[in-house]
């Protein structure tokens, strides 16, 4: 049976093995685009529970290990990746809920409800993909739970069984199979059950590589910042008291030196007939038993027992979201809005546009689900619109409107020019579901191109990518490679324009100076009909160096 203690440091050397591994995933991506990619989102999610896990003493449930990482998973689920890990790891939850410990056949039953959770949450689940991993995993663990109570028999066939169909992921998906590489997600996963795996099996928490940094503070620089002070926090409870005095009382220092044996930060005051206690303990229970050797407890004030560590969790989150500004609100009107982007210029668009909160983040640093919940409660509106203005947001985004009580709509933008016109398609007038229909009409229609660079060596359709090579991406694919970034935009920009459009809209980025762009822009007015007219607009997006809307 595998405890509460084995657990958690099974997922702490899960997080830090693949924080270790993830450049390695990431390399995995068929397409080198500079994004947020598998590996890194991967590992910021699992990342995210690693300081929670490390609070909790050796005596924890097993149920409530899973519990603590399952719901540090989900607040920090970065990418779709990152929010299907989290939504295994909730029904793995679910299923080891009110165990103090579990067996082959309850973990059996926590990976398939696990499996279940994530492909109830995909629109259109794609086999070939971490989904179809963890699938078979379960479904071995089912099939191998009915012939042994072994732990480590039965972990070591699940991880096989990931293993196997890991490798054959290359030949389920044809993009996978022309780049020659097996799932990133799929591998992601592997690398976290074998890893669980090996501390089952007696080993070690890993070590964090040489030259890496941990995921349990990348995830929320914050916090870990003012994580360094949970070390003051030896013990959990803050204990104080007051008590009458017996006649024949003993003498107060005795209670002061049996309370240092069992806690610290000991303050005792002693007079003629009362005796006042402070103390931090683990076992408040023993504190006040002990003192009633001395006295009896007086009403007013009452004995207090707070837990410092919940107290902590607490000034941090405030604290956090104060440092962000993204403080509570109070509903003021009735609609507002969230959106993501990264760049000065595209933040100051979007606000000009409307929005109440822009999360920044985008492509390069997929925002955490628990980024876009804090955004929407800051929101002072009755119903928030969330544009995740990414495909690889959208998911995280779903998920954060479960957390909260609020009405919140999450709008299909994938794309910075979709998130755009649908807020231009906004009217303040009409309901919720009529603007929900027209601003999913508006953002259908636009086009959008992407101009960016090759973060690393690969293959598009038989052609060898070097890193640094332009990419030319049309509506989120591939389109062709070029060694001119003004080449790339004028053949990209003629490519979208085909058939009916007038307007084009060109968004420079930070690595292309204002004059290139106006350059830029003359160029594409001169190439095109008279009946299209080009607009300039700063985005300051890192990464890309045009973002081209065309309508």
Same mark, same amino acid.
């Given at each position: 049976m595998?405890n509460g203690a084995?657990?958690?440091?099974?997922?702490i050397?899960?997080?830090?093995?693949?924080?270790?591994?993830?450049?390695?995933?990431?390399e995995?991506?068929?397409?080198? /685009?500079?994004?947020?990619?598998?590996?890194?989102?991967?590992?910021?999610?699992?990342?995210?529970?690693?300081?929670?896990?490390?609070?909790?003493?050796?005596?924890?449930?097993?149920?409530?290990?899973?519990?603590?990482?399952?719901?540090?998973?989900?607040?920090?689920?970065?990418?779709?990746s990152?929010?299907?890990?989290?939504?295994?790891?909730?029904?793995?939850?679910k299923?080891?809920?009110?165990?103090?410990?579990?067996? $082959?056949?309850?973990f059996?039953n926590?990976?398939?409800?696990?499996?279940?959770?994530?492909?109830?949450?995909?629109?259109?689940p794609?086999?070939?993909?971490?989904?179809?991993?963890?699938? $078979?995993?379960a479904?071995?663990?089912?099939?191998?739970?009915l012939?042994?109570?072994?732990?480590?028999? #039965?972990?070591?066939?699940?991880?096989?069984e990931?293993?196997?169909?890991?490798?054959?992921?290359?030949?389920?998906?044809? %993009?996978l199979?022309?780049?020659?590489?097996?799932?990133?997600?799929?591998?992601? #996963?592997?690398?976290?059950?074998?890893?669980?795996?090996?501390? =089952?099996?007696g080993?070690?928490?890993?070590?964090?590589a040489e030259?890496?940094?941990?995921?349990d503070?990348?995830?929320?620089?914050?916090?870990?910042?003012?994580?360094?002070?949970?070390d003051?926090?030896?013990?959990?409870?803050?204990t104080?008291?007051?008590?009458e005095?017996?006649?024949?009382?003993?003498d107060?220092?005795?209670?002061?030196?049996?309370?240092?044996?069992i806690?610290?930060?000991?303050?005792?005051?002693?007079?003629?007939?009362?005796?006042?206690?402070?103390?931090? !303990?683990?076992?408040?229970?023993?504190?006040l038993?002990k003192?009633?050797? #001395?006295? $009896? =407890?007086?009403?007013?004030?009452?004995?207090?027992?707070?837990?410092?560590?919940i107290?902590?969790e607490k000034?941090?989150?405030?604290a956090?979201?104060?440092?962000?500004?993204?403080a509570?609100?109070?509903?003021?009107?009735? =609609?507002? #809005?969230?959106?993501?982007?990264?760049?000065?210029?595209?933040?100051?668009?979007?606000?000009?546009?409307?929005?109440?909160? &822009?999360?920044?983040?985008?492509?390069?640093?997929?925002?955490?689900?628990?980024?876009? @919940?804090?955004?929407? @409660?800051?929101?002072?509106?009755?119903?928030?619109? /969330?544009?995740?203005?990414?495909?690889?947001?959208?998911?995280?985004?779903? %998920?954060?409107?479960?957390?909260?009580?609020? +009405?919140? $709509?999450?709008l %299909? !933008?994938?794309?910075?020019?979709?998130?755009?016109?649908?807020?231009?398609?906004?009217d303040?007038?009409? +309901?919720?579901a009529?603007?929900?229909?027209?601003m999913?009409?508006a953002l259908?229609?636009?086009?959008?191109?992407?101009?960016?660079?090759?973060?690393?060596?690969?293959?598009?359709?038989?052609?060898?990518?070097?890193?640094?090579?332009?990419?030319?991406?049309?509506n989120?694919?591939?389109?062709?490679?070029?060694?001119?970034?003004?080449?790339?935009?004028?053949?990209?920009?003629?490519?979208?324009t085909k058939?009916?459009? +007038?307007?084009?809209?060109?968004?420079?980025g930070?690595?292309? !100076?204002?004059?290139?762009?106006?350059?830029?822009?003359?160029?594409? %007015?001169?190439?095109?009909s008279?009946?299209?007219?080009?607009?300039?607009?700063?985005?300051?997006q890192? &990464?890309y160096?045009?973002?081209?809307?065309?309508?």
């Open positions: 595998i084995l657990f958690r440091d099974a997922v050397s899960a997080a830090i093995t693949l924080n270790n591994r993830k450049r390695e995933v990431d995995l991506n068929v397409y080198p /685009v500079p994004d947020g990619d598998t590996g890194t989102n991967m590992s910021m999610t699992i990342g995210n529970s690693v300081a929670e896990l490390k609070r909790l003493p050796d005596g924890v449930d097993i149920s409530e290990a899973a519990s603590a990482a399952a719901s540090a998973f989900l607040r920090g689920a970065r990418g779709n990152g929010v299907i890990l989290s939504l295994i790891f909730r029904g793995i939850s299923g080891l809920s009110d165990l103090s410990e579990a067996g $082959c056949e309850d059996a926590a990976l398939a409800l696990g499996v279940e959770s994530a492909y109830k949450a995909v629109m259109k794609v086999e070939g993909t971490i989904l179809t991993v963890s699938r $078979c995993a479904e071995k663990a089912k099939e191998i739970a012939s042994t109570n072994d732990d480590i028999v #039965f972990w070591k066939e699940v991880c096989d990931a293993e196997k169909v890991l490798a054959q992921t290359t030949e389920m998906l044809p %993009q199979k022309k780049a020659g590489v097996v799932d990133a997600g799929g591998m992601g #996963f592997t690398i976290i059950i074998k890893a669980m795996y090996e501390v =089952f099996n080993g070690a928490i890993a070590e964090p030259g890496t940094e941990s995921d503070k990348s995830a929320d620089s914050f916090r870990a910042a003012a994580s360094q002070y949970d003051d926090i030896t013990f959990t409870y803050c104080e008291f007051m008590l005095k017996h006649e024949d009382c003993p107060p220092f005795k209670l002061r030196a049996y309370l240092e044996t806690g610290d930060c000991v303050v005792l005051v002693d007079d003629e007939k009362i005796i006042k206690v402070h103390v931090h !303990t683990d076992n408040p229970g023993k504190a038993q003192a009633l050797e #001395f006295g $009896c =407890f007086i009403n007013d004030p009452k004995p207090k027992i707070e837990n410092m560590r107290q902590h000034r941090v989150k405030e956090k979201q104060l440092e962000d500004g993204f509570p609100a109070m509903p003021e009107k009735q =609609f507002g #809005f969230v959106a993501v982007a990264a760049g000065h210029g595209l933040e100051a668009m979007f606000t000009d546009l409307g929005a109440d909160v &822009v999360v920044q983040g985008g492509q390069t640093m997929n925002p955490s689900t628990d980024d876009i @919940l804090r955004a929407i @409660l800051a929101t002072p509106a009755k119903t928030v619109f /969330v544009l995740p203005n990414n495909k690889n947001i959208i998911m995280a985004a779903e %998920q954060a409107v479960k957390l909260t009580d609020k +009405s919140v $709509c999450v %299909q !933008t994938r794309t910075i020019p979709q998130g755009i016109s649908a807020m231009l398609a906004f303040d007038s009409l +309901s919720l009529d603007n929900r229909i027209n999913t009409k259908e229609k636009v086009s959008t191109g992407l101009i960016t660079f090759a973060a690393r060596n690969s293959e598009f359709e038989g052609h060898p990518i070097k890193e640094g090579e332009i990419l030319a991406l049309d989120g694919k591939l389109s062709f490679t070029e060694k001119d970034i003004n080449k790339a935009t004028l053949k990209l920009v003629k490519k979208l058939g009916d459009a +007038s307007y084009v809209t060109l968004i420079y930070a690595d292309v !100076t204002a004059e290139n762009a106006e350059q830029m822009q003359q160029l594409l %007015q001169s190439k095109l008279d009946k299209i007219e080009v607009m300039l607009v700063s985005g300051g890192p &990464v160096y045009y973002i081209i809307s065309v309508e």
